[in-house]
């Protein structure tokens, strides 16, 4: 079992930044891949950026390419996403996930296995 609770979200404004947080208990993520996905009112839930266990060759969305950058701390158990000059599309809640299964990573929500509740991002003026 892997626990999640994610934190840092809120609302800014358009430009502004905030830093996601992913705290992990009961196993080290280390061995996992993991990720961030997104979910805003009435869509689906999308993939933004992810980990692989190595720690090396970040994946990220298209639509947060340069402006979004996931890090892992492994010392601390935690992943966090850095997202800069946020726009209103941005706001949605986001969500971290584990992969246990597989070592690299994977843009299906369908293959995390556990996921933290969630942190609202609001991106408004």
């Known amino acids: 079992q892997v626990q999640l609770v994610e934190s840092g979200g809120g609302s800014v404004q358009p430009g502004d930044s905030l830093r996601l947080s992913c705290a992990a208990s009961?196993?080290?993520?280390?061995?996992?891949?993991m990720a961030w996905f997104r979910q805003a009112p009435g869509k689906e839930r999308e993939f933004v950026a992810g980990?692989?266990?190595?720690?090396?060759?970040?994946t990220y969305a298209d639509s947060v390419k340069g402006r979004f950058t996931i890090s892992g701390d492994n010392a601390q158990n935690t992943v966090y996403l850095q997202m800069d000059k946020l726009k209103p599309e941005d706001t949605a809640t986001y969500y971290c996930?584990?992969?246990?299964?597989?070592?690299?990573?994977?843009?299906?929500?369908?293959?995390?296995?556990?996921w933290g509740q969630g942190t609202q991002v609001t991106v408004s003026s």
């Open positions: 980990i692989p266990y190595s720690g090396v060759g970040m």
């Open positions: 996930a584990v992969n246990v299964r597989v070592p690299n990573t994977a843009t299906s929500w369908g293959q995390y296995d556990y």
């Open positions: 009961g196993r080290s993520i280390r061995r996992y891949s």
